[in-house]
């Protein structure tokens, strides 16, 4: 994918690449206990990559949700707050070419190593990749976890992706779990993705013209919010066996949101 990561890539690229790098993180926290040196070289160079990914892959989705709110509806106001993403997503992407050419070669050979490491680690066990420790490590952590809300929502879903990549690796996996884990992935992360969406449209667009559309994003936020606590609350009953915590941990979206 490095090799032939293109000068304008399309949203699918970025998308590929930044999923890609995770689940190779992923892998690396998973399998490799000992934490050798290559492994840690590879996550340094994959790492400033997968992140100027995540920028460019954040004002492709911020872009679609302006859309999904009917430019044509919106007026001027989502007209100018779709050219300034488009714009950002511009500026982004340069910043993705430039870290993927200036990494591209040395992340290639140390990659290679990389596979060397985990085929021998391959042999070892007989010929099955086992990393229990490293997901049992998340799994502690997310039922410790304290009550859910606005503050503390987006680190729960960066923890439940990381646990869904590992249990990926592994053909012992409860299926339910990863299906599962996916789904509130997803409603958290569409909820984060309009929480960004508002932040900048409070920095484009003017509140006295443009107060109608905001008030659309803020209305969609606040929805998305409730919809991904409940979904999140009731993974931790089923999977994790935690109680819901009620109305504490049902906060709204204040303090900026």
Not at 142 to 152: G, I, K, R, S
Not at 162 to 180: G, N
Request: zero cysteines; aromatic letters at 4%; proline letters at 4%.
């Amino acid at each position: 994918m490095l090799d032939t990561f293109p000068s304008n890539p399309r949203p699918e690229d970025v998308h590929d690449l930044r999923t890609h790098a995770r689940r190779l993180e992923a892998t690396i926290a998973a399998l490799i206990v000992e934490r050798g040196k290559e492994p840690q070289r590879v996550l340094k160079l994959i790492t400033p990559v997968r992140k100027a990914a995540g920028k460019v892959r954040d004002m492709d989705v911020l872009i679609e949700d302006v859309l999904a709110l009917g430019v044509n509806r919106g007026g001027e106001g989502l007209v100018r707050l779709a050219e300034h993403l488009g714009k950002m997503r511009a500026k982004n992407a340069k910043r993705l070419r430039d870290a993927v050419t200036r990494r591209r070669r040395k992340t290639r050979t140390h990659l290679k190593e990389l596979s060397k490491l985990l085929k021998k680690r391959l042999k070892d066990d007989s010929g099955t990749l086992r990393g229990d420790a490293a997901p049992q490590i998340v799994v502690t952590e997310l039922t410790q976890w304290p009550n859910l809300n606005a503050d503390n929502l987006h680190a729960f879903r960066l923890r439940i992706k990381e646990l869904r990549y590992m249990l990926e690796l592994s053909d012992e996996a409860d299926k339910r779990w990863v299906t599962r884990l996916g789904v509130v992935k997803d409603a958290i992360g569409e909820w984060h993705d309009w929480v960004e969406l508002l932040k900048i449209a409070k920095q484009v667009l003017d509140p006295g013209l443009d107060g109608g559309v905001l008030k659309r994003i803020e209305k969609v936020t606040e929805d998305k919010y409730h919809l991904a606590l409940t979904a999140a609350n009731q993974m931790r009953e089923r999977i994790f066996n935690i109680p819901r915590s009620g109305r504490n941990g049902h906060r709204g979206l204040s303090n900026g949101y």
